[in-house]
Nanobody
Framework: VQLQASGGGLVQAGESLRLSCVASGNVLSLQAIGWYRQAPGKQRELVADVNSGGYTNYLDSVKGRFTISRDNAKNTVYLQMNSLKPEDTGVYYC???????????WGQGTLVTVSS
């Protein structure tokens, strides 16, 4: 599986961005796909994901501001980020999880910078 992320950029606080992650290869092997982020000096954390049944999961600090969605026809997952805050700054990584322990996939990161 290959994951291609895009959509990062520099915005001001309160503005919006939409990230996209296009999956290719054996996408049917993915049980869930989502986004992690890593801020400077911090550990990578799960921001949001959606599983094959459509169930979504969000980091508490982004609930109500971020929305994850998927377009199965395009093998694409989106992360709509509204009301961005400086603390949302970081490198965002697309991630694909499978049912096999230790088998996971990462896309390249896309940088999101939110200025105050």
């Amino acid at each position: 599986v290959q994951l291609q992320a895009s959509g990062g950029g520099l915005v001001q606080a309160g503005e919006s961005l939409r990230l996209s992650c296009v999956a290719s290869g054996n996408v049917l092997s993915l049980q869930a796909i989502g986004w992690y982020r890593q801020a400077p000096g911090k550990q990578r954390e799960l921001v949001a994901d959606v599983n094959s049944g459509g169930y979504t999961n969000y980091l508490d600090s982004v609930k109500g501001r971020f929305t994850i969605s998927r377009d199965n026809a395009k093998n694409t997952v989106y992360l709509q980020m509204n009301s961005l805050k400086p603390e949302d700054t970081g490198v965002y990584y697309c991630h694909g999880a499978t049912s096999v322990v230790g088998r996971e996939y990462w896309g390249q990161g896309t940088l999101v910078t939110v200025s105050s």
